[in-house]
């Protein structure tokens, strides 16, 4: 059974950024050619597909919402996602999930890490 | 972006009786190899979505069979045969064929 952990989430001012973290348990992605998305939820609303990262990092999208202010890398040395988030508003405050992509869908999400932007 | 549009928004059910949710999408949803990548999710309150339904109409493993998909095009249903108590939440369908993806606003099914 995969599992997801996704860490890093907590309060940060407007402006300021972060850096969430996510890792796989039970299985080294970097050996299966695996691929990974972020969808956020702000508080009480709607899933938002964020953001997308190929199994060797040369193919990345994102929602236009955080085009050019969040960056999707994989280490795969170290099992690990990240999602760095600058130039963070308050329309940003959201639980980041990360989940494992599926040709086409999403099978696997992790529980989620909440992130708060406010002065 | 492809904007897709659930309906109802809020969906009262009797357990033992069916349900029904709609998704439109505002462009096809066929993929470059004839497939429809669209999937549909649920998630309880506090919980992570969990998705039920891939490519229109297979369902995951320990889903039940009488929750199933359909549709083609632009036009998708999720259907449930018998509400169980258990089905309450929130059901999103989501579109995996065009880059960004996308999800619908989500539909509550409540236990009248």
């Known amino acids: 059974q995969v599992q997801l952990v996704e860490s890093g989430g907590g309060v940060v001012q407007p402006g300021g950024s972060l850096r969430l973290s996510c890792a796989p348990s039970?299985?080294?992605?970097?050996?299966?050619?695996?691929?990974f998305h972020w969808v956020r939820q702000a508080p009480g609303k709607g899933l938002e597909w964020v953001a997308f990262v190929r199994y060797d990092g040369a193919d990345i999208h994102y929602a236009d919402s955080v085009k050019g202010r969040f960056t999707f890398s994989r280490d795969n040395s170290k099992n690990t996602l990240y999602l760095q988030m600058n130039s963070l508003r308050a329309e940003d405050t959201a639980v980041y999930y990360c989940a494992k992509d599926d040709r086409g869908s999403l099978d696997y999400w992790g529980q989620g890490t909440l992130v708060t932007v406010s002065s | 972006d492809i904007v897709m549009t659930q309906s109802p928004l809020s969906l009262p059910v009797t357990i033992g009786q069916p349900a029904s949710i709609s998704c439109r999408s505002s462009?096809?949803?066929?993929?470059?190899?004839?497939?429809?990548?669209l999937n549909w999710f649920h998630q309880r309150p506090g919980q992570s979505p969990r998705r039920l339904i891939y490519?229109?109409?297979n369902r995951d493993s320990g889903v039940p069979d009488r929750i199933s998909g359909s549709g083609s095009g632009t036009d998708f249903t999720l259907k449930i045969s018998r509400v169980e108590a258990e089905d309450v939440g929130v059901y999103y369908c989501?579109?995996?064929?065009?880059?960004?993806?996308?999800f619908g606003q989500g539909t509550k099914v409540e236990i009248k």
């Open positions: 490519k229109v109409s």
């Open positions: 462009q096809s949803l066929v993929y470059s190899d004839g497939n429809f990548y």
């Open positions: 989501m579109q995996g064929s065009h880059w960004p993806w996308t």
């Open positions: 039970r299985f080294t992605f970097s050996d299966y050619g695996i691929h």
